[in-house]
């Protein structure tokens, strides 16, 4: 897990957002991996990339629901697909898995991130892209 805690803490650095730093990073996604409800997908010979996956019971059927809980792409190796690689495969194994919803969010600025979720048929609108913005909220508690 060395690399994906070096990805993340990368990811964190580069939008100036708090980081516990490489090694603590490594050490909590080994922890979720090894529960069995994550799973984290790498890209990329360094690897350049990864998709970070979480998955929880569903509520209004018997299946699981996908959180999208990490995308990142290094910024050296965005535009050459990756970011779009790691998508589709993280859709196909949420589907594999038994999930059949993948949440996600992300920034209104994110105008590249929002413009591939969007080309893979993410929709931030109600009643299939024609109604409402839907809104993700978060609150630290």
């Known amino acids: 897990m060395p690399v994906v805690g070096r990805l993340l803490d990368a990811f964190n650095r580069e939008y100036d957002d708090p980081t516990p730093g490489p090694d603590a990073l490594a050490m909590r996604v080994g922890e979720l991996v090894a529960s069995g409800d994550s799973i984290v997908l790498l890209a990329g010979d360094g690897p350049d990339g990864l998709a ?61 991130a929002r413009h591939l979720y969007e080309s893979l048929g993410f929709t931030n609108r109600e009643s299939g892209g024609e109604g409402a913005v839907m809104y993700v909220y978060e609150r630290e508690l």
């Open 52 to 112: 970070l996956l979480r998955f929880r019971p569903a509520l209004w059927n018997s299946g699981l629901e996908c959180y999208l809980a990490e995308l990142y792409v290094v910024p050296e190796h965005r535009g050459h697909g990756l970011g779009r690689a790691l998508m589709e495969a993280a859709l196909r194994e949420s589907r594999e898995r038994g999930a059949d919803t993948m949440d996600l969010g992300t920034s209104d600025d994110d105008v590249a």
